[in-house]
């Protein structure tokens, strides 16, 4: 298995630019996640999905969009780049529900490092 | 809402020390807890975890231990080695929606020094 994979590594935008992270997982969880991690703040939840063809909203949204099509795939989209969205981006999943008996681990990818000019 | 507070960083040890790395969390219900790891350049990854009071969670000579009485779920390890140097986490699971999300503390930069 791959796991939780990213791409790209690295990305440099120009304010006002858009552009898709993508985000793919081989484990077959039903529950995706985005999170922005900046520097003394942790993670935060930008967006979540518990299965295709369902997404919502986390604790900071505003300036992103996601789509569920299929179990694999939840790409995020920067609809127009701002200096206030450079951030290490981690995609993460799992299965969703409680009462699983899993105990909820969360496996994330290895990350998007973006910089807005 | 639900929250985490870890002791602020960095933490600098010399290798053999006893590390400790204080999270008290507040939340309503009864979360799940959890310790991630971040090695340099690297992605998350989880340490220990423990899904009631009193369970310890343990892994590569870390622990905590589940704390309702004190809210807390402090991160200790007896003897750290230079390979242990990384940003750690604490966290807890809280519904959202249909799904639960993770919470996360601010992490702790640690640094063993040989």
């Known amino acids: 298995n791959a796991g939780v994979t990213q791409t790209p590594k690295f990305q440099v935008l120009k304010t006002g630019q858009s552009m898709t992270l993508q985000c793919a997982q081989d484990?077959?969880?039903?529950?995706m996640s985005w999170y922005r991690q900046d520097p003394g703040m942790g993670l935060r939840l930008i967006h979540y999905?518990?299965?295709?063809?369902?997404?919502d909203q986390g604790e900071v949204p505003n300036g992103y969009n996601v789509s569920r099509s299929t179990t694999e795939d939840f790409p995020l989209r920067l609809l127009s780049a701002a200096p206030s969205q450079t951030s290490v981006y981690f995609c993460?999943?799992?299965?969703?529900?409680?009462?699983?008996?899993?105990?909820?681990?969360?496996?994330f990818g290895p990350g998007t490092r973006l910089t807005v000019t | 809402g639900d929250s985490v507070t870890q002791m602020e960083g960095p933490v600098t040890l010399s290798e053999e020390a006893f590390l400790t790395i204080n999270c008290t969390y507040t939340a309503t219900g009864y979360p799940s807890l959890f310790w991630y790891v971040q090695y340099p350049g690297e992605g998350l990854q989880l340490l220990l975890k423990?899904?009631?009071?009193?369970d310890k969670g343990s892994n590569k000579g870390f622990e905590a231990t589940y704390r309702k009485e004190t809210t807390s779920f402090h991160l200790e390890k007896g003897s750290v080695q230079v390979s242990d140097s990384a940003v750690y986490f604490c966290?807890?699971?809280?519904?959202?929606?249909?799904?639960?999300?993770?919470?996360f503390g601010q992490g702790t930069r640690l640094t063993i020094n040989p």
């Open positions: 993460a999943s799992s299965y969703s529900k409680p009462g699983q008996g899993r105990g909820y681990e969360q496996y």
């Open positions: 966290a807890l699971s809280a519904p959202i929606g249909g799904a639960q999300k993770l919470v």
């Open positions: 999905s518990v299965g295709a063809g369902i997404t």
């Open positions: 484990m077959n969880h039903e529950y």
């Open positions: 423990a899904t009631k009071a009193d």
